[in-house]
């Protein structure tokens, strides 16, 4: 018989998985799109040097301008992070990418086209960083590694679409053109992640914590007084330096200079090499549980990695297939960051956790800024041809001083203890 009051409602059980499928589109899009801003460079690098008749080394601090940004911008992200959350970090300063790419298309000076490449940048800070805060808030310990090989494999995504898709539509439209439409369209993107967005799952509540901001921004302390830091920073510094120096600044000069490549038969080059970056990503992602070690994964990883740099360093075939193994080999083997940084993990508490990622990182993209500086005047040491091409001497030289730095990395890096994966799966 009825009472006349209606039946209460059964609240709706939290579906954690639901929520992050919701996310999972959005953020994708924005990582694949700070992935190619940071690549498109490589493809119109050429054209850039033909058109403001650059030097190498002036050429080189156009795309260092990117990562100079993304140095300078690291600990403040960290900060942001952990104080404001990943959705409105992300979502505000991924409005300068945006606002770059559209300033780069009107520009017509060294100065300008620098000042937005560095806007670029900054607006790129964090994305990679907040999706790493998000997957470890809302993925278990043990699953960090395959969470982040996954998520970088899907921003590698940007760096296939910079090179053969960039590349057409370039000759189609323009580099102007093509990234003005790439800025107009990233402004949107940032509306929907700051209505999309979650910091975290409803049902795990916020560490408690009475931190002010000046407090939080102290606790950068407690982070960079941890010496390991240091070791893991070298590791990434110069592993991603390596490989965001070949694949965004030089491996469109060296196909051009060495091979004699237009800018369509580039973007096919660079868009092999891309694959087998992406390849590489998913790769490193399970292999931290396959063998329950992260410090043997990285390790034969750089091993591999320098072998790579050497057979290019004394290449001298002048068969662009044979540099197109090279350069896929290479890059297959350079997606160590995803158990670089789920070692790392272990060695913070949550609510450090973005200080402790982005501090790394400021030493990675200080370490790519650099790089690019120092192969620039690496081939500015050698003579141009009346093109302003560099000869394969000065590249064979480049990445023999690659392969050297990775060596030094790779001893600083063996200093830490390893952190097998096993350790961590009764705590997830």
């Known amino acids: ?164 898709p960039f590349a057409a539509a370039v000759e189609l439209y323009g580099w102007r053109n093509s990234l003005f439409a790439i800025g107009i369209f990233s402004l949107g993107v940032v509306i929907v992640l700051l209505l999309m967005v979650r910091d975290r799952p409803e049902d795990v509540p916020a560490p408690a914590s009475s931190e002010t901001l000046l407090q939080t921004i102290l606790g950068l302390r407690t982070v960079l007084s941890d010496k390991r830091i240091f070791s ?65 994964v990285v390790t034969g990883g750089m091993l591999i990695y320098t072998g790579t740099l050497v057979a290019l360093a004394i290449n001298s075939s002048p068969s662009v297939i044979v540099a197109t193994i090279l350069l896929s080999a290479f890059a297959l083997f350079a997606a160590m960051a995803s158990p670089i940084f789920a070692h790392a993990r272990s060695l913070f508490p949550e609510t450090h956790t973005g200080r402790a990622f982005t501090a790394i990182n400021v030493f990675t993209w200080s370490g790519v800024f650099f790089m690019q500086m120092g192969t620039g005047a690496i081939l500015d040491g050698f003579p141009v041809d009346e093109l302003g091409r560099s000869p394969a001497e000065a590249y064979r030289t480049m990445f023999g001083a690659l392969a050297v730095a990775m060596v030094i990395a790779l001893v600083i890096y063996r200093r830490v203890a390893d952190a097998p994966p096993s350790a961590e799966r009764d705590t997830s």
Do not use: K
Request: charged fraction near 10%; proline fraction near 7%.
């Open 232 to 296: 893991f920073a070298a590791a990434t510094a110069v592993s991603v330096g390596a490989l965001v120096t070949i694949r965004n600044l030089w491996i469109g000069p060296y196909l051009n200079d060495v091979f004699d490549l237009d800018i369509v038969a580039r973007g096919h080059v660079i868009f092999i090499v891309s694959l087998a970056w992406l390849f590489s990503a998913l790769m490193y992602g399970p292999l931290d549980r396959w063998f329950d070690t992260r410090r043997g």
């Open 1 to 164: 018989m009825s009472t006349g009051q209606p039946a209460a409602s059964v609240p709706r059980p939290y579906n954690r998985r639901a929520a992050i499928m919701r996310m999972v589109p959005i953020l994708a899009v924005t990582f694949i799109l700070a992935h190619f801003l940071r690549s498109a460079p490589a493809v119109i690098a050429p054209n850039l040097r033909a058109e403001l008749g650059l030097t190498p080394g002036q050429l080189s601090s156009l795309p260092a301008a990117i990562f100079l940004g993304a140095a300078m911008m690291q600990l403040p992200v960290g900060i942001l992070l952990d104080r404001f959350g990943p959705r409105r970090t992300m979502s505000g300063l991924f409005t300068l990418s945006a606002l770059g790419s559209i300033i780069f298309s009107f520009s017509h000076s060294v100065p300008m086209l620098t000042l937005a490449l560095f806007l670029i940048g900054c607006g790129a800070a964090p994305v990679f960083m907040g999706i790493m805060v998000l997957l470890a808030r809302w993925i278990p310990r043990d699953r960090l590694a395959t969470g982040t090989a996954i998520s970088i494999s899907v921003g590698g995504a940007g760096m296939l679409l910079s090179a053969s």
